[in-house]
């Protein structure tokens, strides 16, 4: 099979939707799958684009026996409204315009949030006449809404409006969790959502017999110690988890 995957972020940037696409199209292309990727110039999350990487209408290069393909970029920190609206609208416009000079494929593929990433694929599947499989990893705009990105707007009433278009139009859908299942359905995308969780490449870690030194670095040998590996955004709330350890101090 030969598929085109949108998304806004692809190593070497190592934030979780570059992780997990990743990680994905890697083992399509080792099950003998043509896998093409287009994404932005390196550059998340300070804005600034990555030593070795220049920012051009499109540049290619093979990762891991994937076809990336770089499109032009508006470089823009991970902060503040305006310069990342202008960065994802962009993405989305490139996106479009280079969709008819990559090769032929057989099925497209665009993950969300950022959202607009997510609604290119409609547009490229269009280009290419081909189906459409939209990927879900975070609600939007009802996330933004409900961590205090962003207030209840036009706007968001808009994207809203954008969100069950997605889902109508989208010929399948993939959600992270099993909790999205009854908010995307009900919003337009009855009977076409797969959930494929997020998961762990066990290659990835091989743990040293002494635990690399690290507990006698800090003074735990001997305890039950939990880390929490991953994202720490304005979603988490890690601050339950030192409220958790202070409460359970004595036990």
Request: charge should be positive; glycine fraction near 8%; include cysteine.
């Amino acid at each position: 099979m030969r598929i085109l995957f949108l998304t806004h972020y692809f190593p070497p940037e190592v934030n979780a939707p570059a992780s997990r696409t990743f990680e994905h199209c890697r083992e399509w292309a080792r099950k003998g799958h043509e896998v093409h990727v287009v994404t932005c110039v390196p550059n998340h999350p300070a804005g600034r684009i990555y030593p070795g990487y220049r920012n051009r209408v499109l540049q290619h290069e093979a990762i891991a026996g994937i076809h990336v393909h770089r499109v032009l970029t508006v470089p823009a920190a991970n902060a503040g409204l305006v310069g990342r609206s202008l960065n994802y609208f962009f993405y989305l416009l490139m996106a479009v315009v280079t969709a008819p000079v990559l090769p032929r494929v057989d099925v497209v593929v665009s993950t969300s949030p950022q959202f607009l990433c997510g609604l290119a694929g409609f547009l490229v599947s269009r280009l290419k006449r081909v189906r459409w499989v939209l990927e879900i990893r975070d609600l939007w705009p009802e996330s933004i809404v409900t961590v205090g990105a962003m207030k209840e707007s036009w706007i968001t009433r808009s994207l809203g409006w954008l969100e069950s278009f997605a889902y109508r139009r989208a010929d399948a859908i993939v959600s992270v969790t099993e909790s999205f299942v009854p908010h995307i359905e009900a919003r337009g995308g009855t009977g076409k959502v797969t959930v494929i969780t997020n998961g762990v490449d066990l290659d990835f870690y091989t743990p040293a017999p002494d635990g690399g030194g690290l507990a006698a670095e800090f003074g735990v040998e001997g305890k039950f110690v939990a880390a929490y590996v991953g994202t720490h955004g304005l979603a988490h709330g890690l601050d339950t988890i030192l409220r958790t350890a202070e409460r359970m101090r004595d036990d």
